[in-house]
């Protein structure tokens, strides 16, 4: 810990813990730990932290990373006897020191100490919750295999969540403790940042900000594996944003399918109402079209409940209030259903024929795409259906939330 500087003992106690995950780091961690130890008084000096802890994590290290990390008094160390991963390691050094604020840092020598100082300034004095450490800018070490994927998972989490960063998986950053519990749970792998990063992003009530920092060349053999750690990250932001903003995902797909879908009736549309009828020819292409339209409104039904869930499980159902507008609104849904069954009801009656002939002669001469419309507006009330019930649950458990809350208590 280090000490505080003078007239820094008016202001009101404001820990760091810098957390330094290091796996076989024997060649880089004496000297980064030498530059976090002198850094420390200029983060007090600049920032409103008063005091600030190292934590070195070895992650089930088999070289001399733990022993020299020892070697510096000043430096708490945690050694894991087997590899636990790259987040499972921040994640023990912030538990071993608590403090306001949590910082980690890479181990390689690529991330400088002393850029944390204007990252702890942005953090308090812009009252963000968290400022990640762009590694992007043109003083940049990156190799240019990781710079360009590095880019593209930026742009994907951008589209995505519709708030810009440059780097997602940057290995620096400060956040406030008590943001942390929004962010849990984390990987315990190298896919911890962009997990981080995507939580974050798609939260979309955390304030988030991000300071271009110096990028060195790391010192020893990286850890990363370029293209299955790649894949990691992109799932891992795929799924963050799954279970929190779905419709990011799903919505360009619905209007794919019904883009496609459209397209497939407009010839035999414009056939029928030229000549009234509709020929064999172009049953299977208004059957590929229906059931594209079926898979777009599962689609559109899932969505719903599934961002319902979501809010819910975040505490935010009030964002679908009475008032809100949006798509996913349940009385929108509850819209769709009502119309599904007037088509229903539509669908019915020109069967009501076709049922007679089977219940009189056991053969139906019913032109094919009566049964058609049929089957597919009866199913597609089934879907509203069961999404409108699932919806009835998801508010009924909305309205019990208080009184659990209360019991809880």
Known sequence: MS?????????????????????????????????????????????????????????????????????????????????????????????????????FLDADGTCDPEFLAPMCAELVGGGHDLVLGGRMGPQSSMPRLRRLGNTLFAVLLGHLSRRRVS?????????????????????????????????????????VAELEMPYHERIGRSKLAVVRDGLRFLGVIVATVAYIRLSRLTGPVMLALAVASAALLARPTLFYVAHARLEEWMFYRIALALTLSTIALVLLCATIVGEHVSALTHLRYESFGPD?????????????????????LVGALLNVEGVRQLLTSGRVTLHWSRVMLGAFFGVNLAVLASAVGTLKIVRALHARQPYLRRRGD
């Open 167 to 207: 780097d997602t998986a940057s290995g620096m950053r400060v956040l406030r403790k008590e943001a942390l519990p929004r962010l849990l749970p984390l990987p315990d792998g190298l896919h911890f940042t962009p997990a981080m990063s995507a939580r974050a992003l798609i939260d979309g009530e955390l304030r």
């Open 324 to 344: 809100t507008r949006g798509l996913w609104r349940y009385e929108n849904l509850r819209a769709l259903a009502v119309a599904g069954l007037v088509l229903a």
């Open 3 to 103: 000490k505080q500087a003078p007239g820094a003992a008016a202001r009101p106690p404001l820990g760091l813990t810098v957390v330094v995950p290091a796996l076989d780091e024997e060649e880089a961690i004496g000297a980064t730990l030498e530059r976090c130890l002198a850094a420390r008084a200029r983060i007090v000096r600049d920032t409103p932290v008063t005091h600030v802890n190292v934590v070195v994590v070895s992650d089930g290290s088999t070289d001399r990373t733990a022993e020299i990390a020892r070697s510096f008094p000043e430096v708490v160390v945690v050694e894991f006897a087997e590899n636990q991963g790259y987040g499972a390691a921040i994640k023990a050094g912030w538990e071993k020191e608590p403090a306001e604020l949590l910082a």
